[in-house]
C-alpha cells in the first residue's frame, strides 16, 4: 500500500479505518506512517494525524520510538490545530516516560493557559495532564 496516496486519496472515516487496519501492529509500516506525518507536506501531515492517533489508541507502544520527534513537533508554534488535536490524543493512550514528562506537562500547560486553543485541544491536555506518570518499583 502506498500510504501517502491513500493519505491523500480521500478523507474520510472509512479511509481512516484502512489505513489503520494495513498498520495493524506493524512498527515498520507505523514508522512509515510516522516518517510521512513528519515529513508533510502541511496536508498530508494533517491527514496522516487521524489515522496515527487511531493506531496508538489501538496499540500504544507503536509511539515510543518516535515520541521525542511527536513532541518536537508539538511544541512547534506553527502546527495547525488538528495536528495538535490529534497529537495530544495520541499522548492521552500513552504512559509518558520520565525523560519525557517536563516537556509534556509544558506544553499541555501552555496549551490549556492559551484561551485561543481550542476546545478539543485543551481537553486533550487536561487528560494528558491527569494521567499517571510511570511508577518506580
Known amino acids: 500500500m502506498n500510504?501517502?496516496?491513500?493519505?491523500?486519496?480521500?478523507y474520510s472515516k472509512?479511509?481512516?479505518?484502512?489505513?489503520?487496519?494495513?498498520?495493524?501492529?506493524?512498527?515498520?509500516r507505523f514508522a512509515q506512517l510516522i516518517d510521512i506525518f513528519l515529513k508533510?507536506?502541511?496536508?498530508v501531515?494533517?491527514?496522516?494525524a487521524w489515522p496515527i492517533s487511531y493506531c496508538v489508541e489501538k496499540s500504544p507502544h507503536l509511539l515510543a520510538p518516535h515520541l521525542k520527534k511527536i513532541l518536537i513537533l508539538?511544541?512547534?508554534?506553527?502546527?495547525?490545530?488538528?495536528v495538535k488535536r490529534n497529537i495530544l490524543r495520541m499522548l492521552q493512550f500513552i504512559i509518558i516516560p520520565k525523560a519525557?514528562?517536563?516537556i509534556t506537562s509544558n506544553l499541555c500547560f501552555?496549551?490549556?493557559s492559551q484561551h485561543k486553543e481550542p476546545i478539543a485541544v485543551r481537553?486533550?491536555?487536561?487528560?494528558?495532564?491527569?494521567?499517571?506518570?510511570?511508577r518506580s518499583t
Do not use: C, W
Open 74 to 82: 508539538l511544541g512547534n508554534n506553527t502546527i495547525d490545530d488538528p
Open 14 to 28: 472509512k479511509q481512516r479505518d484502512k489505513i489503520v487496519k494495513y498498520i495493524g501492529n506493524d512498527e515498520k
Open 110 to 112: 501552555g496549551f490549556l
Open 45 to 48: 501531515t494533517q491527514r496522516a
Open 123 to 134: 481537553v486533550f491536555s487536561m487528560t494528558v495532564l491527569a494521567k499517571p506518570g510511570p
Open 40 to 43: 508533510g507536506p502541511y496536508r
Open 3 to 10: 500510504l501517502v496516496d491513500q493519505i491523500l486519496a480521500e
Open 100 to 102: 519525557h514528562q517536563g
